[in-house]
Structures are given as C-alpha cells and as structure tokens.
C-alpha cells in the first residue's frame, strides 16, 4: 500500500482538474463578516425591515396606489430577504450535496467555508471530515488490494506445490513437503498477522505485563528467528549491558516485536552478514533495544513510512515479507508507552546516502496504566 499521501483540501479539489464543480451561481455573502449566526440573523431582520420603510415611503412620496404599493414593498423585500439568506445558507447546501455525493463514493465536492460563524465553522469541519473520509476509504481500498495480493501468492505457490505431488510430477520427498509447508507457514504467518491488526483497530487488547531477563530472553528470540528464517546465512549476535538487564512487559508482546525486527534483518541481510541485538538501559528505569543488520538499508525519506501497513523499505521487494511486521511492532511498541524508530547508521558509508538498518525500540521502566 502507498504511504499516506496529504489530502488535497476543499479548495484544491475544487480547481484540480478532471474533478467535478458545482455549477456558479448567485451567491452573495455579506453577512461573512460576522462571527455569529444569531447576529446575522439580527442584521437580516433589521435590513429587511429597513428596505421595507424605505421602499414605503418612496411609494407614498411617488403617489403609487397603496394596494399595489404595499405588494410591490413586499415582493422586493421578499428578494431581498431571499438574496441575503441564500449566502447564509449556502455552505448547508454545499454540505448537503457533498454528503449525497460522498454515499455514492465521490469525495470531490467542495464546500466553500467563507463565514466566520457557526455555519462556517461546521462547513469547515465538514471539509477536514470529507477529506479524512476520503483517506479511510482509499486506506480499505490499498487494505483489500494488498491482502488480496499477500494472500495469494502463499495460495498459489502451496497449489502448484500439491497439484505437481498429486499428478506424480514431483515425488512426496522431504524437500518437496518442505516447500509446501514454507508456503503454510507464510500463509498462517499473514493470517496470524492480520488477526493481530483487527485486534489493534478494535482497541481490544490488554498487557500481561512481567519482570523480562533481557539476555536469555532474546537469545530465545534468536532462535525462534532462525528457524523461522529457514536457517539463512546470518550471525546472530546479542549484546546486553549489564547482563542482568530486565524490563517489566508483556512477554509475549515483546516477543512479537523482536522477532518481527529480527525477521525482517534476516531476510534483507547478506549471505554470511551479521545481525546485532543490542539491549542497554535507556532514560531512566526505561531500556533500549537495538537491531542492526549489514542489509542496503532504509531510506530516510521512507523511515517513518516502513512503519505503516504493507510498507517495505518504501518499495516492493521479492523477500517474502507481508509488509505487517513492522507496523504491528510499532503498535506492540505503543502499547507499552514506548517508541520505534530508524535512526542513523553507524556505518559511514550508508549514513552518507541517509540509509540505515539500525533500528532502536525504547521502552519505559513500566508500562502505563491501560
């Protein structure tokens, strides 16, 4: 999925090209200037009221038949009333249509917010709704394309895979099980990371949080990582100062993390690179966890994006990566109050370009109070 570009405003929606206006009409707003609809109200009356006197006395003084007089005061005071309620009005009709619009999926009507009242300030947090709506939206569309798109290539690799077993095309050796499996594997992987992001949406997931021994607990991590990794050749290397380091979190959830960073390292690292897992104590009673590998790195401009949803390094890659393990860290990360992010490599090289693959996870002495 694309990272989040800005969504246009209103106004830009109105002048860009291709895009659906709303037809000019008479739309006179003089009233803008006041910051209250009440007021407006009270001047409407009040002008109204006034055009009525005067257009009587000019009848009286014109010798105009009093019938045809009064009618005449009426039907050009009812214009006016009219011309001036029509601009107070108008950006409620603007809303409407953008909203009859919006149900059908189009997002490209502008509302003019040009009042300094309560209307216009309604008709301007119409505008920020419709433009949010219109990133939600697209947000579902990318979400359906990409799990679409994630799902079926474990599908089709484990069908070709039966298929060639079923018709004796392959024989049911060991390597032949296995590729099946590394394909059910990466299936259930994504299954398994999709359930966590419907946890995230939903708000619903709480901390057992405990005393974690930092040293045993991510050599346990390493191992989990390299066989999930199918045995690729990396060096694992772990690092904690001081050795009995600990951080109170929830096990499992750090567990997640970890392993997602240190998959990640894994598949974008060189044959024969080294991966660091550096653990030391942070601010305070809090704890920093660094994963570094000898991979090409992520480009600043895509640093904060890699963190979001199907993100790989800010382009597709062919690794077998879902695109989810990162952005279900950062969720896992912000549970415990803590942050993640990519920061400068220390490799010369690389941090001249502004790439990097050091990425650090900070986390507080204790997690905050759900």
């Known amino acids: 999925m694309s990272g989040h570009r800005p969504v246009p405003s209103a106004a830009d929606r109105a002048g ?6 709303v037809p000019e009409r008479l739309d006179v707003r003089p009233l803008d200037r006041f910051r209250s609809f009440k007021v407006k109200l009270g001047v409407l009356v009040a002008a109204s009221v006034t055009v009525a006197a005067l257009l009587t006395q ?4 014109a010798g105009i038949e009093p019938l045809l007089a009064l009618a005449l005061v009426v039907v050009i005071a009812l214009v006016f009333t009219q011309l001036l309620a029509r601009g107070m009005t108008s950006p409620l009709r603007e809303m409407t249509s953008a909203a009859r619009a919006m149900a059908r999926g189009d997002y490209s009507q502008p509302v003019r917010a040009t009042s300094r009242d309560e209307v216009g300030q309604l008709a301007a947090a119409f505008s920020t709704m419709a433009s949010e709506l219109e990133q939600t939206d697209r947000m579902r569309r990318d979400l359906v394309a990409n799990v679409s798109h994630e799902l079926r290539t474990p599908v089709a690799g484990l069908r070709a895979q039966l298929e060639n077993l079923v018709d004796g095309v ?14 059910t594997e990466r299936l259930s992987e994504l299954v398994d990371h999709l359930l966590d992001l419907s946890r995230l949406d939903a708000g619903v997931v709480e901390l057992d949080v405990e005393d974690v021994e930092l040293t045993p607990f991510l050599h ?4 989990a990582a ?16 001081p050795p009995g380091l600990s951080v ?15 998959e990640n390292a894994a598949r974008h690292s060189p044959a024969g690179g080294r991966i660091h897992i550096a653990a030391r104590r942070g ?6 966890i660094d994963v570094h590998d000898e991979g090409p790195g992520i480009a600043r401009e895509d640093r904060s994006r890699v963190f979001e949803r199907f993100q790989r390094g800010g382009s597709a890659d062919s690794s077998g990566g879902t ?10 990360v912000g549970l415990h109050g803590g942050t993640i992010e990519v920061l400068d490599d220390p490799r010369t090289e690389l941090a001249r370009d502004g790439r990097s693959s050091l990425i650090r996870v900070e986390l507080p002495g204790r997690p905050p109070a759900p």
């Open 323 to 332: 695109g989810l393990g990162l952005a279900i860290a950062r969720w896992a």
């Open 283 to 288: 601010a305070g009673d809090g704890v920093q």
């Open 58 to 61: 000019v009848s009286i003084r």
């Open 248 to 262: 109170t979190a929830d096990a499992a959830r750090l567990h997640q993390v970890i392993h997602n960073l240190l």
């Open 220 to 223: 346990e991590v390493v191992d």
């Open 16 to 21: 860009a090209p291709g895009r659906r206006r």
């Open 226 to 241: 390299a066989m999930a990794t199918g045995g690729r050749d990396v060096r694992w290397i772990v690092e904690v100062e």
């Open 170 to 183: 392959t024989q049911p050796d060991p390597a032949a099980l296995e590729v099946a499996l590394t394909e």
